[in-house]
Structures are given as structure tokens and as C-alpha cells.
């Protein structure tokens, strides 16, 4: 493939486990200016990142283990308020990986538009005040998958963890942010090697002419 670009695109693969290698703080530094190019509705830049390495990170495992116990922080349907059935199941495997990984970016939310959604608590939310919500998510998620792919270009290895959410009360007390907690990208050098995931065109693609 000629293109580079999409070649990093469609090799992209998350990486679950780490060599002992130590990414950089210029390899981090370029990654998370990928993350600041990213697109968002109306220039917003919703996002704040955390770059955490050595004892740091590792500190981030620690608020999730605390905070698994509080089983209130396992989110519920919005339809009839049950908690979503397996959503942190993989949240013991993930802790591994953050102490395995070299680095974690962890990802906030500056809520510039929604101003305070996070905090809504019990209140009723209605459509448009919810679309503001998603515009700075779509923009986060592109801020994310430039991280995952600043990282690919790199030969390095990077999931996205949204298992870090049960720690997220503790971790921005520990950064002292009132911004919210989306989501950790861990980072290192691969300790496998990987092949292209599946694609399936038929189901997922539409083409009209
Ligand atoms: C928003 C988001 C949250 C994710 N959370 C986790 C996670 O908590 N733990 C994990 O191991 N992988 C997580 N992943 C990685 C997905 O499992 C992975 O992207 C998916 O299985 C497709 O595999 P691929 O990335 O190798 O193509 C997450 C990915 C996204 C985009």
C-alpha cells in the first residue's frame, strides 16, 4: 500500500501487553500533540490530557482497584435505571495492562458546550441539551483515535480503556481537574505482533449511487 496513512489506519490493532522497553517523553509529547490536531465541533477542543509515566501511572491503577468496590460507579440503562451487565468485567485485566504499559494518556472532557452534563445528576436531560454532549464526544473519540494512531506510527502498541472509569472520582481528585473523565489510552512498546482485524463490509456498508 502506497498510502502510509492508510496503512497505519487499517493495521491498527489494540495491544494488551507490553515490553519492558520505556516509550520517551518526546515519543509522548508527539502523540499528544496528535491527540491536540484532532477535529472538534466549532474549534471547541474539548479535551485535557493527562500524560502519567513511571509511579504516576501506576498510581491510576490504584484508584481503580479502591474504587471497583463502590459498585455505584458501574453505569445503568437510561430505560429502566438497571446497572448495564458485564461493563467493567475486564477491568482486573485492564489494571494489569496499566502496570504493564509504559505510559497512559488519560483523556477529560472540558465540557465546553454541555457545561456541567456530567453533573446532572437525577435531572431530566432532553435531546438537544444531550446532542451538545455527543458533539464534544465525537470531537474526544477523534482526539482519542489520533493518540491510538500517533502511537501506531511509532511501532508503538496502545489500547483504549474505558475499564479505567471506575476510578475516575478518585483520579481527578488526584489531579485536582473538575473536568470528566472519558477515558485512558495505555501505551508501550508490543510484546506481540499482530494481524488486520475482520472487516465486514456487508453488514456495515451502505453504498447508494
Ligand atoms: C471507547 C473504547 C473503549 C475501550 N475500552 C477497552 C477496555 O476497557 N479494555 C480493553 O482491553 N479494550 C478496550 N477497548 C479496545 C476494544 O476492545 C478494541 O478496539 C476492539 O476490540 C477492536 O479491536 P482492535 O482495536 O484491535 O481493532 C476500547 C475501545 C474503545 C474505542
Not at 14 to 34: C, G
Amino acid at each position: 500500500m502506497r498510502n502510509k496513512l492508510l496503512q497505519f489506519i487499517n493495521t491498527r490493532r489494540s495491544i494488551r501487553s507490553f515490553t519492558k522497553r520505556k516509550v520517551t517523553k518526546k515519543q509522548l509529547e508527539q502523540i499528544a500533540e496528535a491527540g491536540l490536531r484532532a477535529p472538534s465541533s466549532k474549534n471547541a477542543q474539548p479535551w485535557y490530557l493527562v500524560v502519567l509515566q513511571g509511579k504516576e501511572k501506576n498510581r491510576i491503577a490504584d484508584c481503580i482497584r479502591d474504587d471497583m468496590k463502590n459498585y455505584d460507579c458501574v453505569p445503568t440503562n437510561v430505560t429502566d435505571g438497571k446497572k448495564i451487565k458485564g461493563m467493567f468485567d475486564s477491568t482486573n485485566e485492564s489494571i494489569k495492562i496499566i502496570e504493564e504499559s509504559s505510559a497512559v494518556i488519560l483523556i477529560f472532557n472540558r465540557e465546553v458546550y454541555s457545561q456541567g452534563f456530567s453533573e446532572a445528576k437525577g435531572k431530566r436531560i432532553d435531546a438537544r441539551q444531550l446532542y451538545t454532549y455527543a458533539v464534544e464526544v465525537l470531537g474526544l473519540g477523534a482526539c482519542m483515535q489520533n493518540i491510538l494512531l500517533a502511537a501506531h506510527a511509532q511501532n508503538l502498541g496502545a489500547v483504549a480503556m474505558a475499564d479505567v472509569y471506575p476510578g475516575a472520582v478518585k483520579i481527578k481528585k488526584l489531579f485536582k481537574l473538575e473536568y470528566q473523565f472519558m477515558i485512558g489510552v495505555a501505551i508501550g512498546y508490543p510484546a506481540y505482533k499482530t494481524k488486520k482485524r475482520e472487516v465486514n463490509f456487508k453488514k456495515l456498508v451502505k453504498f447508494v449511487e
